[in-house]
């Protein structure tokens, strides 16, 4: 059968991924959403990987309780290993007829435990705590654990809420210890920007000397962001670029293996699989790998193992044959090949682009003249990186009712520095995902429904630009 590029399980979608990586294999629990009226309640489910190619799915790893119980809806949480060998899970327990002072459905922190290396798990209801005084009942989630060697406690991050302030800025990422992983004591916030609705998913990772604090963002952005600071302590840093991909990846969290740190998130779904549909919750599994610069700050990419994975070859035909030069100073101009593009496949394309360069970039699964097509857009002068299409929506006949003042696919734009010379997009495409990186430092991600097939091009918009080289591998069966 054919292994896929992006995991999903056959009988739902990937929710909020929680990695954990113990002797060389990554173990991803994740959240099941199977969309169903009426909700059957959430668990977390598995899925293992050794390469970053290819994934096990491992089924249902912990059950959610039933219609009564406290974690109907088994949420978002973490794992840790003690000394003992005992694995910890800490999880969010949500029902939604419990609820809390608020009105709202009560979140719950709530604890588990493995010791048989993670093949089954035994709960323990009464370590169960809901938030602490000055914090929202119905906004307590997302427990991360980590050590801290300095002092050997450890700490809980969680997603929450002061209960007074303006209402779209309470967000805060609230803070518990504990000396035995069993009973946890409040401690002042961990990081209190007063910015946000809330900061889903925390996550905080040492890399040398540089301490990172990885949040989703749920206000008016829905991105995965981070921050950095020398100390786990603070004070956290807002780097230049802070963002890991756009719109559609989100609740990314992290884990590490030989030096290498990876994101674990999803790419989110989109109403009646269409392009103009809105964005839904949970979607396909979906990982980059950070690499840190010299200042510190993080580049975002694909993991070597999944470059490595497409071994067979399809570049395509062009008329004029690669290499060739893009010359428009005040015009435009593409070139497309001769054949459809593969449904599943991995590019490569190095664009030397000449000073003053208005636009270029690639055309995906285009119409032989390159009129109608998914763009990928480089815009030097705006430093940015954009998605788009041709035709955009239409809302009548009339040409002043097609959406051509929209300058790219809302949501789909991705800072980055663009200077002349070389650069290099990646890209990988499987069936309805598409997934972007330039220079192996910057990455976009999205879903492609509306055009299933085409051809793949190169363009120019107002320059110049030299096409070096365009690969393109598949993957065989597995």
Known sequence: MAQPVFFQPDDGWVGDVIPFQEDGRFWLFYLHEVRDSPKSGTPWRLVITKDLARFEDHGVALPNGGPDDADFNAYTGSVVRDDQGTHHLFYTGQNPDRLGADGLPLQLV?????TDGMATWVKHPERTFGAADGYESADWRDPFVFRDDRT????????????????????????????????????????DPRRYVTHECPDVFQWGDWWYLVYSE????????????????????????????????????????????????????????????????????????????????????FPDELVDSFTEAATPTFDPPLPTRLHA???????????DAPR????????????????????????????RSYVVRLEPKRGRLVFDRWPRASTGDAQWQVSGDVPFEIELERPCDLPAGEHTLEL???????????????????????RPEGRVGVFLGEGGATVRDFEVRTRADV
């Open 428 to 450: 990988v495409v499987d069936g309805d995902l598409c997934v972007v990186v330039l220079d192996r430092r910057v990455a976009l991600s999205t879903r492609i429904y509306d």
């Open 152 to 191: 050997g406690q450890w700490r809980m991050l969680l997603a929450a809420r002061h209960t007074a302030g303006p209402e779209r800025r309470r967000g805060v990422i609230a803070q518990c210890v504990s000396t035995d992983l069993v009973t946890w004591e409040p401690a002042p916030p961990f990081w």
């Open 218 to 301: 749920f206000t008016e952005s829905f991105t995965t962001r981070y921050r950095m600071a020398r100390s786990p302590d603070g004070p956290w840093t807002v780097p230049q670029h802070d963002t890991v991909d756009g719109r559609a990846f989100y609740a990314s969290k992290t884990a590490e293996r030989d030096g290498r740190r990876f994101f674990f998130g999803w790419i989110a779904t989109r109403e009646g699989q269409r392009d103009d549909g809105p964005w839904q919750w949970a979607g396909t599994l979906s990982v980059l790998e950070a690499r840190q610069n010299t200042d510190g700050t993080l580049a975002f990419g």
């Open 329 to 339: 100073p005040d015009g435009y101009a593409a070139v497309v090949s001769a054949d």
């Open 344 to 371: 599943r496949f991995y590019a490569k394309v190095v664009l030397d682009i000449e000073p003053g360069t208005t636009e270029c970039g690639l055309l995906l699964r285009s119409t032989a003249d390159g009129d």
């Open 110 to 114: 709530m604890h588990a435990t493995s």
